[in-house]
């Protein structure tokens, strides 16, 4: 295709006549030169035979001029060699005065024969050569050997116009053979090759083309749908284009077939009535491309992949931070918050014993949180060390049961336990201990009153195994690959029913993996409980497994030194407190109750409510001057709380002033809050004086 310029240059530029004829001497195509010697149109010609366009004496279809042009022809077509007709008469059409007068006319001609890759010719180039005028002045002077001399004169040049030609035939063959990509001529209903270049038959392993169908010459392309195409491309008249087009060859004998990709045009090639007859194709082997387009688009999806996973990582470690920080502040709220009451304010003893009792389990509550962030860092820096000695797996477990029964019992939970009492594993008891402790703390947590949490030691295959069972939420399908990951918590959202850092697990398993053993989860779904699983080897394996390595001393801190603090003052409650109306929503009891001896101190009159549901209708109900409310909470949030009240009318409290009370303190927190909503935003712990002045300043102007 990229030849096909040249050639129609060089029919258009040449001066003398050329026409090109088909193996049944029909015409292919013809010059501009050769138009206006015979007073005809291209569309008139082409496809149709030279005899019946030009038949010198219609009346006598096998006149001698006609019998001798048609021997020159059909000698070319026999012995593949050129052959000249020096002079022959013929009577063809010519224009004078703008229309054509048929008159007889002398013509010099030399017919060239155009061979395809067997060798055969496929067609035959004419050019021709009016010499009328020197053979009417031959004829007519007086001196013929002159006239003579003329006529050979043009013949010669003739032949050597035909010379030319042939090499730049030769030329464009060559550059056909040449082209960079693949070159196809398909003739007829089963698409027989006419012509295809080196580069096609590169692709197709070296196999013959020329003459065969394409389903004889590339079978295995039957099935690929490329016949459909070329019949679509036949029957409709209309080019077809295909890139990155997958297709399996047969390039070498033997083996399977070979996977290349190309980019290819099937464009139809028109007879002389308009109908699609042929298809050229021209395309372009692009596979070493495509296999670098899928090598980076492989390696873009690494690498998305990656980042998606340093995002999540960033992620996991931002919503870690915020939750350490709501799990931190909520317990020391309530602390700080009774320890000033405590001293600034006197209290009858069962007030004052139930208030302590309160700072002594927040206490407790935020050491297991510093102390679970304290091990997760030893894990970290590979710096948590066990001290190793026999100890009986069975005593381990009733001490962790014991600590966890009272909140069981309180929660109406069935612990139940079968426990082997003798049967020993080398451990480090505090920290076996801690292991117990974490799975069935996690079980009385998880499961709703009236359910159940079963204990079992037993051996089982060589081994110590510890099951844990409830009958409590159980674990999504989704999460159970996850459950044992650090700072990963199955709902981790402000809304989740409970709290916690999502470390327990995932420090279990370290000191689980520490002893040599190893740990499981299973559920089969949500609401349908979880059983936890330890198997630790027996004291005696473990011994001869450690034989030769000396039991390491236990590196475990000293508890931090006690900070030393500013003795509590007393705060002066603003007139704007005295009567205030105030709605205190947290779903922290300990929390509510601080808030509400606070406020009503400075005379303040208070509704507290645990919950999104139960707070907007108190709200409804007493139509507060101000709302004090925690932002997570389980089910619905501090911020659907408020956005349900500015939902309100003016009339029914809408713009009622809202302080956002929360452990979440981080600035994105407070703007967050603020655009919820709320007026103000007061981080846990606070200052009871800090927080009587954030409600004060907020309190509506009286009569």
Known sequence: MAASPDYQALFALSPNPYCLLDRQLRYVTANAAYLQVTASRLEDLVGRGLFDAFPHDPADPNNAPALQLRASLEKVLATRERDVLALIRYRVPRLEGGHPVVEDRYWSATHTPVLDAHGEVAFILQHTTDVTELQRLKEASAAPLQVEAGVLQRAHQVQLANHLLDAERRHLRALFEQAPGFVGVLRGPTHVFELANAAYLQLVGGRPLVGKPVHEA?????????????????????????????????????????????????????????????????????????????????????????????????????????????????????????????????????????????????????????????????????????????????????????????????????????????????GDAARLQQVVWNLVSNAVKFTPPGGRVQVRVAPRDGALELRVADTGQGIPQDFLPHVFERFRQADGSPTRQHGGLGLGLAIAKHLVELHGGSIGAESPGDGQGATFRVTLPLAAERLAALSAVPPTPAQVPAPAAQRASTPAQPFTCPAQMDGLRVLVVDDEADVREMLRVVLESCGAQVHAAGSVEEAFALFRRTRPDILLSDVGMPGEDGYALVRRIRALGAADGGRTPAVALTAYARAEDRTRALLAGFHAHVPKPVEPAELVAALSALAPERA
């Open 218 to 426: 590339l079978p295995e392309v039957a099935e690929q749908g490329f016949l459909e195409l070329l019949d679509r491309v036949l029957a409709t008249g209309e080019p077809y284009v295909g890139r990155d087009v997958p297709v399996h060859l047969l390039r070498h004998a033997g083996e399977p077939a070979e996977q290349r990709f190309v980019d290819f045009v099937y464009q139809p090639i028109f007879d002389a009535q308009g109908r699609a007859s042929g298809i050229f194709v021209l395309g372009h082997d692009v596979t070493e491309k495509k296999r670098l387009e899928l090598a980076r688009a492989e390696l873009l999806e690494r690498e998305q992949a990656a980042r998606r996973e340093a995002e999540e990582a960033n992620r996991l470690k931002d919503d870690f931070l915020a939750t350490v920080s709501h799990e931190l502040r909520t317990p020391l709220t309530a602390i700080l918050g009774w320890v000033q009451i405590l001293c600034t304010q006197g209290f009858p003893e069962e007030r004052r014993r139930r208030a302590l009792e309160t700072v002594e389990r927040n206490a407790r509550a935020q050491a297991q949180l510093i102390d679970d962030l304290l091990d997760i860092s030893r894990v970290l820096a590979g710096n948590l060390r066990l001290e190793p000695r026999p100890v009986a797996l069975g005593a381990v477990v009733e001490a962790a049961l014991e600590s966890v029964r009272p909140a069981a019992e309180a929660r109406g939970l069935q612990l139940e336990a079968a426990i082997e009492p003798h049967a020993q594993v080398l």
